[in-house]
């Protein structure tokens, strides 16, 4: 290991261990895997928090300036990024250095609570328990999660378990030690910038749907040519869709641009057909690869 290069030789260790559960595709080349795992996030998600975590440790910046809620700006211009969603799976069995990590990324102590008047607290708390409720059994011996078909695409399981952890991956409040309220778990820490915002019931869902559209189509992406090809290997079946009818619709209307003095108004039915066209040719190589 090269002295002053500890967190890329950490980075590239990770990203190569990791690389066979994440890219089952052996004939990808070196450039198309550093694309998919792009970030320390990427690893996280797959499986490899603490080797994730570990990576954090030899970055530049302090590892609370590295995480954060929802998703990673993927074309930014440091690969030292990590949600706290794709972490909690395995720290949350270690419940001190959890929220050690939560407290710091956030600035705030874990006794803090901004929740605001006693009586909202005690509506959210009742809110999260009858929301929790409903994706288990009557005897809460078994999830909607766990009787989904085995055959249900990765892509899918992971929108509805987004869906039912909420905005930090809250997994189930049945877990809580006895005596321990939600009041004083990590989902404090779901805070906008300003400190006062009122975290309810409609705050909650609001973040969870943000989160869930974040996972169809990341909006990010829509500037870099490698938007069609991240969409498809994260399995965004969706957003590659919505891809491919936004590089049509924008080359329908630069041609409506060059074509409106010759030809007038163009006729909308014909556009609508060029829209739903079959794949060209270059459309299907991109697919395929």
């Not at 990791?18 to 797959?46: C, F, Q, R, W």
């Not at 050690?100 to 999260?128: E, I, R």
Request: hydrophobic share 35%.
């Amino acid at each position: 290991m090269i002295k002053g290069h500890e967190y890329d030789a950490s980075f590239c260790n990770a990203r190569t261990i990791m690389s066979p559960n994440l890219v089952p595709d052996s004939n990808l080349n070196v450039p198309e895997i550093d694309e998919i795992i792009h970030t320390v996030d990427d690893i996280a998600e797959g499986g490899g928090e603490m080797a994730a975590l570990a990576t954090l440790m030899y970055g530049t910046d302090p590892i609370q300036n590295c995480l954060s809620i929802g998703s990673v700006k993927r074309h930014g211009s440091s690969s030292a990024q990590c949600t706290l969603e794709n972490l909690r799976p395995t720290l949350q069995q270690f419940p001190t250095l959890w929220r050690t990590l939560v407290a710091a990324s956030f600035g705030h102590d874990t006794t803090s609570n901004f929740l605001g008047p006693k009586g909202n607290k005690n509506a959210l708390a009742n809110y999260l328990n009858w929301r929790d409720n409903i994706f288990f059994s009557t005897a809460r011996d078994t999830s909607l999660l766990q009787m989904l078909p085995c055959w249900f695409p990765k892509a899918v399981r992971r929108l509805i378990q987004l869906y039912i952890q909420g905005p930090i991956g809250w997994q189930s409040v049945s877990g809580l030690p006895a005596g321990e309220t939600l009041l004083y778990r990590d989902f404090d820490f779901i805070m906008h910038n300003d400190e006062h915002t009122e975290i309810n019931a409609v705050f909650w869902e609001e973040t969870t749907q943000k989160h869930v559209q974040e996972e169809l189509y990341d909006s990010s992406l829509e500037e870099t040519k490698l938007g069609l090809e991240h969409h498809l290997h994260r399995g965004r079946a969706l957003a590659a869709f919505n891809h491919i009818l936004g590089v049509r619709a924008q080359k329908l209307k630069l041609e409506g641009q060059s074509g409106a003095s010759s030809h007038g108004q163009r006729n909308v039915h014909s556009d609508v057909q060029a829209l739903l066209a079959p794949l060209t040719e270059s459309e299907e190589v991109v697919l395929s690869s």
